[in-house]
């Protein structure tokens, strides 16, 4: 089997694959999964991963790439460094990269009808379609997918571009945000920006875009959510 050195290190460590389970948060049949070759471990998962199985994460991700069994770990950080090449210079770890087939279909992408030149649409709350979820999303429950409309953050995002957002991530100026405002009819779903946010003071919210260049403000009163774009499916 393509991992069977994780079972071997567990049953040393006196340890079992139920209990990795739990602490990676999925069913046991995920990790015999990951044994068997069938499963790449996610990102989010290889910290907990490795501090199970009593390794460094870099370890952990040198033998998942190479799918060996791990040799005796070393006793000083300097016996377990590799040998430093004099012509090569810095060389980055290989690990396996999941592909399509791989990342699992489940992230929402939210309808939206088109609005204003300043680039508003209405967010009907609606799921149009499900699509693979990038592992920057993995652990985040309440991510989710979004199709840019209109020319207003071109050429950073260009219309019909899918992004990326996480509501769980702080947002900073200089970042690409999800904002969405209250409509003036208390009827109407709420108005939904791409923007860039600069800041939030006391009473308002500030954002700018690049197409035509120019700074939107709304009341903080109006101002139903702001959420990080950390991403586009387009790039």
């Known amino acids: 089997m ?15 694959k139920s209990g990795l389970a739990k602490t990676l948060g999925v069913d046991p049949a995920r990790v015999s999964e990951i044994i068997g070759g069938r499963r790449n471990v996610q990102v989010s998962e ?35 460094a590799p040998p430093a090449s004099s012509t090569d210079g810095f060389l980055a770890q290989m690990v396996d990269i999941p592909g399509f087939a791989h990342l699992q279909r489940n992230l929402p992408v939210y309808g939206s009808a088109m609005g204003g030149a300043d680039g508003a649409f209405e967010m009907n709350g609606q799921v ?10 993995a652990g985040a429950k309440n991510a989710y ?40 009819d208390e009827h109407a779903p709420p108005l ?3 923007k860039v946010f600069e800041c939030r003071t006391p009473t308002k919210l500030v954002v700018r875009q690049f197409n035509p260049p120019a700074e939107m403000e709304w009341p903080n009163e109006d101002v139903v959510s702001i959420h990080r774009v950390i991403g586009t499916a387009e790039m």
């Not at 490795?50 to 791990?70: F, K």
């Not at 149009?128 to 999303?137: F, G, I, N």
């Open 2 to 16: 393509a991992n069977e050195w994780i079972s071997e290190r567990l049953r040393s460590l006196k340890k079992t």
């Open 145 to 184: 997918g979004l199709y840019v409309q209109g020319e207003s953050m071109s050429p950073r995002f260009e219309a019909g571009w899918l992004v990326h957002v996480n509501p769980n991530r702080p947002v900073r100026r200089g970042d690409n945000v999800v904002i969405q405002v209250r409509a003036h």
């Open 128 to 137: 149009m379609d499900y699509v693979e979820r990038p592992p920057a999303l």
């Open 192 to 194: 939904a920006y791409v």
């Open 46 to 80: 290889l910290p907990l991963m490795a501090e199970v199985l009593e390794m460094t994460t870099t370890e952990l991700v040198d033998l998942l790439a190479s799918r060996h069994s791990p040799a005796p770990r070393a006793e000083s950080a300097a016996a377990a």
